[in-house]
Nanobody, 124 residues
C-alpha cells in the first residue's frame, strides 16, 4: 500500500508561484510513476504532469507546459510540482497519485493510489 499526503497549496496572485509537495509512504515508492492531477469545481479531473521512476522522463499537459515542473526525490519519498506564472485558470484542487505503470500515465485510471488533495487558488 501507498499513502500520499499533499501540501503547499494556498492563495496566490496571477503571475506568482507555488511549490506543491507530496509525501509518500512505503518501500515501493521508487518503483512507481508519480503524477499530479487537478480538479476545478464542476469540471472533470485532468492530468497535469507525471514523472517516471528514474526521474529522467517527465510529461506535461499542454496547458501547463513551460510553466510547471515536476520532480521527485526518491530518498525522501517525495514528489514536487513547481508552479510558475500561475493563471486564474490553474485554480483547482491538486492531487498527487502513484501508478505501477510507465505508459499511458496521463490517464487517471492508471493510478492506484491518491492523496486527499490541496487547494490552489489564483486570483486575477
Amino acid at each position: 500500500q501507498v499513502q500520499l499526503v499533499e501540501s503547499g497549496g494556498g492563495l496566490v496572485q496571477a503571475g506568482g508561484s507555488l511549490r506543491l509537495s507530496c509525501a509518500a509512504s512505503g518501500r515501493t515508492f521508487s518503483s512507481y510513476t508519480m503524477g499530479w492531477f487537478r480538479q476545478a469545481p464542476g469540471k472533470e479531473r485532468e492530468f497535469v504532469a507525471a514523472i517516471m521512476w528514474g526521474g529522467g522522463r517527465t510529461y506535461y499537459a499542454d496547458s501547463v507546459k513551460g510553466r510547471f515542473t515536476i520532480s521527485r526525490d526518491n530518498a525522501k519519498n517525495t514528489v514536487y510540482l513547481q508552479m510558475n506564472s500561475l493563471k486564474p485558470e490553474d485554480t483547482a484542487v491538486y492531487y498527487c497519485a502513484a501508478s505501477p505503470y510507465t505508459f499511458n500515465t496521463d490517464s487517471p485510471t492508471r493510478y492506484n493510489y491518491w492523496g486527499q488533495g490541496t487547494q490552489v487558488t489564483v486570483s486575477s
